[in-house]
């Protein structure tokens, strides 16, 4: 399992924090698919970036959306310009831990 994250906001330095690269280290090794992780809010004008980047991460591939930001929104669920990403795996949370992200990547895994 090789980790990509697309940190986008707040979520984001949960995301790349000493604890998450620990489990990005945990999950190192473990067949399975690639693991991309998009955390923060996604912009209308971010949404084309993040779904490039998303693609360019070589199949097998699993999305996770880390946090309620990035799966309904959170407080700006009502802009205009947020964009909700379509996921395989949703880490809910404000933000999450990051021993929610190996929890959540391991329970898709098995």
Known sequence: VDVYYLNLACCGVEAG???AQQASAA?????GPNVVVVAGTVTTASAPLV???????PQP????AYGVCTITG???WDSYAV???AADVVVPGCPPRP??????VLGALS
């Open 99 to 104: 021993e929610a992200l190996t929890d959540a």
């Open 83 to 85: 964009t909700p990403v």
């Open 61 to 64: 591939r699993l999305v996770v």
């Open 74 to 76: 959170g407080p700006y």
């Open 27 to 31: 999950l190192a090794g473990l067949p």
């Open 51 to 57: 779904a490039e980047h998303i693609a360019a991460v």
């Open 17 to 19: 924090s000493t604890a």
